[in-house]
Structure formats: C-alpha cells, structure tokens
C-alpha cells in the first residue's frame, strides 16, 4: 500500500483549517510548508485515555454531525445485550449442521 503524505501551504492552512483538521483527526499527516519548504507536520494525537463510558466512537460521532444517523437516546436493554440462552440455534448454525450431515451421509 502506498502512502501519500498531504501537504498544504500556509493560506490553505489558514482557509481550510477545519477540514485539514478534520483529516488529522482521520489518522492523515499534513506537512506544513512556507514557500515550498516544510516547516512543521500536523500528526494524528494518540489517546492518553480511554474514552468516557457511553461516549460515542469518533467515526459515529462524525455520521451523527453528517446527519447520515441518529444515535438514539434509551439506555441500553441488559436483557438484549445477555446474548442467546444457551442451547439457542445462532444465525447461521443450522446450515453449516444441514451442510455437515450432507456431508457425512453423502445426501
């Protein structure tokens, strides 16, 4: 894979700060350059913390502000987030069993 390092000089930094921010905060580098020399290089921050509990990850936070989701507003349903009791088939599990015992008995 190869990587293509943006540059932008000191007027499009100045005019399009946000979305070159923007692009940083999207793991991208910038170089910054005067008169076609660089000068500095804007690089992604490594989180020193974990996030807030219930926060909402940067990428759906970026859909929400896009108005492409709506992140919903109810707590979470313990119930729903137990799982399947056990013994219940999963999405899935009965064809790989129907492929199995084809498999064995030929049929």
Do not use: C
Not at 13 to 28: F, N, P
Not at 72 to 91: A, N, Q, R
């Amino acid at each position: 894979m190869m990587y293509i390092m943006r540059t932008a000089n000191v007027t499009t930094l100045r005019t399009h700060l946000s979305r070159i921010l923007e692009a940083v905060r999207q793991g991208e580098e910038v170089e910054i350059r005067v008169r076609d020399l660089p000068v500095a290089r804007l690089v992604p921050v490594s989180p020193s913390t974990e996030p807030k509990k219930g926060a909402i990850p940067p990428w759906l936070e970026k859909l929400r502000r896009e108005g492409k989701v709506r992140v919903g507003s109810m707590k979470p349903d313990p119930e729903i987030l137990k799982g399947f009791p056990p013994g219940t088939p999963v999405l899935g599990t009965l064809a790989i069993d129907a492929i199995i015992e084809e498999r064995r008995t030929g049929w």
